[in-house]
């Protein structure tokens, strides 16, 4: 029996700690980066394995990133910390977590050699850690934008650009503070305390991704191809941000969320998109290319019943499919043409149909005549074509179309 009571303690001690592990699973999760930017050759390298960077890639702890000559590379978490790596560097994310139960982050990283530049969003809560590491410092983070570069020999140069950040001397253990606009030089001889030169701080004026508010872009993603001509827009950005895209103002909601769309033409397009803070702006290009779907135009006219000021209005109709016989999606643009009379040159489907008005030369057209005066109808046909995607079709307006009905 003694026995059998020793079984069920163990048991239930085993069983405690299996729950006490997954709800630690549960409420510590791995945060994971996301690659916004590069140029030149950038590898990430977990193990013996090495894989080249690619936009919208994730980076998870354990992985370093190498730049080559010339590279650049920009990664974000989904707290708004941003990194930005530059040439023949080596970067390593040691730990990224998030405590869920907490609100708390825990975030260490190292940088073997060459240059970032770092911005954590906000204040850390309490309990919450955001370290850099390097062969002769270790930067302690207390929300701010700050810069580090490691020569060859170790020797470390920490400049302030916003906040505070204390670092630590690997050797020596003593520690500093380094406020806004500081800048710190750590060998292993020491420390060397001073201000920011002009050329550095106007060095900051080149990282705008990390001076300028925040602004992560979820859609398009870069590459997108897409045979909708109004491509959406989303992301989000911080508080009293204003975001435009293309040069169109968007709404920013409470959170920070943001939707607009982008009018596209055939072939590549450039969907830039700025977030805009007091003086500092962010900006973000999204290369999208627009493919027209449009595969078949057929087009047909009808007198137009309700027009009053001239009777010889009518309208043109035209559907479009595509490829599989299926009405194109919204917004494909059509280009509609007259060789003579009005009509409206520039149109966008609405559910695979496009109305595009036409009437007689001039604004106002006289009644026929025994009707107020005026011409019975044309002297001539009018083709009236409809183009998309290189696809045409044509309707021709007879000479007496314009004639009133018996």
Request: include cysteine.
């Amino acid at each position: 029996m003694y026995r059998s009571a020793v079984i069920l303690i163990v048991a239930f001690v085993l069983l405690l700690l299996m729950l006490i592990v997954v709800a630690q699973t549960v409420v510590v999760v791995e945060m994971l980066a996301v690659v916004d930017e590069r140029a030149g050759t950038v590898q990430v390298v977990r193990g013996g394995d090495s894989r080249p960077a690619e936009i919208g890639m994730l980076v998870r702890a354990g992985e370093r990133i190498r730049t080559g000559a010339g590279a650049r590379v920009g990664l974000h978490w989904a707290d708004g910390s941003r990194v930005e790596l530059g040439p023949d560097s080596e970067f390593v994310i040691q730990r990224c977590r998030l405590n869920k139960a907490k609100h708390t982050r825990r975030s260490s990283f190292r940088l073997n050699l060459g240059e970032i530049w770092i911005r954590v969003r906000g204040a850390l809560e309490p309990g919450s850690k955001f370290e850099v590491e390097t062969p002769t410092i270790v930067a302690a983070v207390r929300g701010t934008m700050f810069n580090v570069k490691v020569a060859p020999d170790g020797t470390t140069q920490l400049q302030v650009y916003r906040g505070e950040v204390e670092i630590s001397g690997s050797d020596s253990g003593a520690t500093r503070d380094v406020q806004s606009g500081g800048c710190a030089v750590v060998s292993r001889r020491g420390f060397d305390l001073r201000g920011m030169s002009e050329a550095e701080k106007q060095s900051w004026q080149e990282v705008g991704d990390i001076t300028g508010p925040l602004l992560e872009v979820m859609e398009p993603a870069a590459g997108t191809s897409t045979s909708m001509a109004l491509a959406p827009v989303r992301g989000r950005t911080e508080d009293g941000v204003a975001v435009a895209v293309n040069g169109e103002r968007v709404r920013v909601g409470r959170k920070g969320t943001f939707r607009g769309r982008a009018r596209l033409v055939e072939g590549q397009n450039v969907v830039t998109i700025v977030a805009t803070l007091a003086n500092l702006t962010t900006s973000v290009q999204r290369e999208v290319t627009y493919v027209n779907p449009t595969r078949e135009i057929v087009a047909t006219s009808r007198p137009n019943v309700n027009h009053r000021d001239a009777p010889g209005v009518r309208d043109v109709i035209a559907v479009l499919r595509d490829g599989a016989g299926e009405l194109v999606p919204d917004g494909t643009p059509v280009e509609v043409t007259a060789d003579a009379g009005d009509v409206p040159r520039y149109h966008r489907t609405h559910r695979g149909v496009v109305t595009a008005q036409w009437r007689p030369q001039g604004a106002h057209v006289p009644r026929p005549e025994g009707r107020d005066g005026g011409p019975k109808g044309l002297a001539s046909e009018v083709r009236v074509t409809a183009r998309s995607g290189g696809v045409t079709a044509t309707v021709v307006i007879a000479p007496n179309a314009t004639a009133p009905a018996p």
